[in-house]
């Protein structure tokens, strides 16, 4: 049995020298042994290391990727795992492309830990203000992160921070700031911190603030801020109390009446609200548009929604992209395709080259029609006369944007934008005339594409979204 001892327990230098030395010497992984002693000799004296000789060999660059993560777990397996690995990939070339390889998942799950681990030190350090041996003003922050990530992601704080003095202290590194230079020093106590400062009360107000009752689900937010960090957060002495009380400020919110906008805002959406007869009444600008759809009563779906949502770009977009209507995430922040729908679009135009910020994206009903079941809301299609009254706003919207082309995603949309039952497997990646000049491109609906259960149908189907949207995208352009 060979003993490879390594300097610290980041010693990937150490480790890739030794490694590469047992491989040539062609060692074995089950012969040996790896640990950590900070002796500074690779090998131990009753071992010596193997000759260095031998043919040339190259890895993957994903390996060492790979392994320049997973060296910062604290698993105690990780040098020997990594090895491992290695040794295999002498007669398995594509041996990382099988993620169901017990090696490399394993691998693989250590370094997508160390990944979440740098993740929560840049959520969760929270630096007090002190001052240096010179008075110099300085920020220090003591942090205990899952894995040893404080090397790794000192860079993003000085990107961040690049104008303050500052120290990330943890029990494995320091990374030290002064505005000129990193220092990497050994690790220190929690005594060497500060405890508060006079910032300790801002944190809690401003935590206490955005805290939603409504919204709360703690098993989602102690997945999010695991307790383990807690004790070194200002706003975390919050928590439980804010918890306590969640249900009963949801139901004093609930209970409360709708504040009154001022009379200038409330005689200016009912002007764009009304159904008129001639364009001269017609909202004339996004903006009247988003206020009249506020206080829009020209069908019941405003009963139930928390609020209308209109379209949302730039006046003057070459391309359209009407869904069908606001989705839960979206009747509560007052945007379009936010949901799950929003990101399954965000992907597809970023797969099509289509920027989703030059083009105007609506619906084709502005209120969110659902039902109750349970605590969740579930979405309802809506119907043909409730499609009908919200073509008021579409229209508006296309008369103030004038786009090239208009796509309709999904059958409701499709209703609205053509005005007919239009079969969305039959008519997609058409060019159809409009009566306003525009040309009309029918397509799925990224909801629809999320409901399919078998994969290569959702496959298949995505693909052809997403040609469809650089189809339309050409026509546009």
Not at 93 to 101: F, G, K, T, V
Not at 137 to 144: G, I, N, P, R
Not at 331 to 351: H, I, M, N, S, Y
Not at 369 to 383: A, C, M, Q
Request: aromatic share 8%; charged share 25%; hydrophobic share 45%.
């Amino acid at each position: 049995m060979l003993t490879v001892r390594l300097s610290s327990e980041t010693d990937f230098d150490g480790w890739r020298d030794a490694a590469r030395a047992l491989r040539a010497g062609q060692v074995a992984p089950d012969d040996a042994l790896w640990t950590v002693d900070g002796a500074g000799d690779l090998f131990g004296e009753a071992a010596p290391a193997p000759a260095a000789g031998g043919p040339a060999f190259t890895v993957p660059r994903e390996f060492m990727d790979l392994a320049d993560k997973v060296i910062l777990h604290r698993s105690d397996e990780r040098f020997a795992l990594l090895y491992r690995l290695l040794w295999r990939l002498q007669g398995e070339a594509h041996l990382l492309r099988l993620h169901s390889d017990p090696d490399v998942r394993k691998a693989q799950g250590l370094a997508k830990a160390v990944g979440l681990a740098a993740h929560k030190m840049k959520a969760f350090v929270r630096f007090r203000l002190t001052a240096d041996l010179d008075g110099a003003e300085t920020y220090v922050a003591w942090f205990e992160p899952a894995h040893r990530v404080t090397e790794m992601t000192a860079p993003f704080f000085v990107r961040r921070f690049a104008t303050m003095n500052f120290s990330i202290l943890t029990p494995d590194a320091c990374a030290h700031w002064d505005r000129e230079s990193l220092v990497i020093l050994p690790g220190a106590d929690p005594a060497d911190a500060p405890r508060e400062d006079s910032l300790e009360d801002y944190w809690r107000t401003y935590y206490a603030s955005i805290f939603n009752p409504a919204r709360l689900k703690v098993g989602a937010m102690q997945k999010e801020m695991p307790k383990r960090y807690w004790r070194n957060l200002p706003e975390a002495r919050l928590i439980p109390d804010l918890i306590a009380r969640a249900e009963t400020r949801t139901t004093s919110m609930v209970s409360q009446a709708p504040s009154t906008p001022s009379r200038r805002v409330l005689r200016a959406a009912q002007r764009a609200s009304r159904d008129a007869s001639y364009d001269g009444e017609a909202a004339a600008t996004l903006e009247a548009v988003q206020a009249g759809v506020q206080m829009c009563r020209r069908c019941d779906l405003y009963r139930d929604a928390t609020q209308g949502v209109a379209g949302e770009g730039p006046g003057r977009a070459k391309l359209m992209l009407v869904g069908e209507q606001p989705g839960d995430q979206e009747d509560l922040a007052g945007r379009p395709f936010v949901g799950p729908a929003g990101q399954v679009l965000d992907k597809a135009l970023a797969a099509a080259g289509v920027p989703r910020d030059q083009a105007f994206i609506t619906n084709a009903v502005k209120h969110f029609k659902h039902e109750l079941r349970g605590k969740k809301r579930i979405h309802k299609t809506p119907n043909t006369g409730e499609v009908t009254a919200c073509r008021w706003w579409l229209d508006a919207e296309r008369r103030i944007v004038r786009p090239r082309v208009i796509v309709a995603m999904g059958a409701t949309a499709g209703l609205s934008v053509f005005g007919k039952a239009t079969p969305i497997g039959k008519m997609r990646h058409q060019a159809l005339q409009l009566p306003d000049q525009a040309q009309g491109v029918v397509t799925y609906h990224p909801s629809y594409l999320l409901r399919l259960p078998d994969a290569d149908a959702k496959a298949k189907a995505y693909a052809q979204f997403v040609e469809d949207l650089k189809f339309a995208w050409g026509l546009a352009a």
